[in-house]
């Protein structure tokens, strides 16, 4: 089991960059594939990206493609999501969670989920 602990949003201008991370407790944060979802206000939860155990696959969701990148640190204990030509729409806050299944879409499977960071993007 791991906690999450989001950081590193906030509001930055369309065209901007931001990296969050995610840092875990617990000693079983490298068995985990680990994802970033985000929810913006009136819309369901949405997958950004994930990246396997040991950082060797990484998905992204069709919003994103080309401009978010994912990785992950494991002796930090820490997954980062490095958001790169910010746009308006991608305003949302911003989860991070754990998973021990390898679809990595699906946010049913995700077993534990951060607090959220909010990000906010002005045109």
């Known amino acids: 089991q791991v906690q999450l602990v989001e950081s590193g949003g906030g509001l930055v201008q369309a065209g901007g960059s931001l990296r969050l991370s995610c840092e875990a407790s617990g000693r079983t944060f490298s068995s985990y594939g680990m994802g970033w979802f985000r929810q913006a206000p009136g819309k369901e939860r949405e997958f950004v990206a994930a990246?396997?155990?040991?950082?060797?696959?990484?998905v992204f969701g069709d919003p994103v493609k080309g401009r978010f990148s994912i990785s992950r640190d494991d002796s930090k204990n820490t997954v980062y999501l490095q958001m790169d030509s910010l746009k308006p729409e991608d305003t949302a806050v911003y989860y991070c969670a754990a998973t021990r299944w390898e679809n990595y879409y699906s946010d049913y499977l995700y077993e534990e989920w951060g607090q959220g960071t909010r990000v906010s993007v002005s045109a």
């Open positions: 990246v396997s155990v040991g950082g060797g696959r990484s």
